[in-house]
């Protein structure tokens, strides 16, 4: 399989296919999910949570992204890679710069997603300036949980949904690759997707996406407490980590996952 691009995944939008991501935080899950044939993997700050045990993606570090990032990289085929920046790790321009560097160089992502809307897009320009492919991260942004007052779908009355809106294009304008859009109403994930011309990767934003990503352990139902409405336990049918997987993608790329029951309006 020749190596998924940047430009794979805007030649897939343009062509109406569904994009198929999932995070991963090591080698031998890389290999399972190369195997079916994913599109992109996410070395997600969601580590935090479903490998460290915190409560939140907070306390993540740069260094601990690195470690996993490069114990995916390992497992790596042909898939996109992209790594997380956690919280506070990219406050300036510079300071993101530094630590996108390392997570390419020391780490082997070939992108950085981060999070956040206006406040980013000197950033976004500076990394973009020096190379370093951005995905954007917009909606119910994790790392500012305490802000939002929970994890809450965002965007779901006129002002918000405009701001949301507003900082799409403007990140795209900036330089942004792809943009990922948690937890927002399908309609207004939808109207996003049609305006823009990068791929938008949707978790709890509906089919009408580009794409979907959801975090490996929540969709193969091992992740413990409170199940988001966006998550499906594909193990449950399929019996298999190996089927769980296969059965995502397929889902996915025929437009069946995520169904309303699985949205938001
Ligand atoms: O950290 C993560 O895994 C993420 C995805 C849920 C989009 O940001």
């Not at 042909?78 to 956690?86: K, N, Q, V, W």
């Amino acid at each position: 399989m020749s190596q998924t691009t940047t430009t794979t995944l805007l030649q897939k939008k343009q062509q109406g296919e569904k994009i198929t991501m999932l995070t991963s935080y090591d080698a031998s899950m890389t290999k399972v999910l190369e195997r079916a044939g994913i599109d992109t993997i996410l070395v997600g700050d969601s580590l935090g949570m479903v490998i460290q045990g915190q409560r939140s993606t907070l306390p993540v570090e740069i260094d601990e992204m690195i470690y996993h990032t490069r114990c995916v990289a390992r497992g790596l085929g042909s898939a996109l890679l992209i790594a997380d920046m956690p919280f506070m790790s990219y406050n300036s321009p510079d300071q993101a710069l530094h630590n996108a560097a390392r997570l390419m160089k020391e780490g082997g992502a070939h992108m950085v997603k981060l999070e956040g809307g206006a406040m980013q897009l000197d950033t976004v320009h500076h990394l973009n300036d020096y190379s370093i492919p951005v995905c954007a991260h917009l909606g119910l942004t994790p790392q500012s949980v305490h802000k939002l007052g929970g994890y809450r779908v965002q965007g779901k009355d006129e002002e918000s949904a405009r701001v949301i809106k507003e900082d799409a294009m403007a990140l795209e304008s900036a330089g942004a690759q792809i943009l990922v859009l948690e937890c927002v109403p399908s309609a207004l994930a939808a109207e996003i997707s049609r305006v823009l011309r990068i791929p938008v990767i949707g978790i709890g934003a509906g089919v009408d996406c580009d794409g979907q990503v959801l975090v490996v352990y929540d969709m193969l139902g091992i992740t413990s407490g409170h199940k988001p409405r966006f998550v499906k336990d594909f193990m449950a049918q399929a019996g298999s980590v190996e089927g769980a997987v296969a059965a995502y993608i397929e889902e996915v790329r025929a437009g069946r996952f995520p169904t309303e029951e699985h949205s938001f309006k």
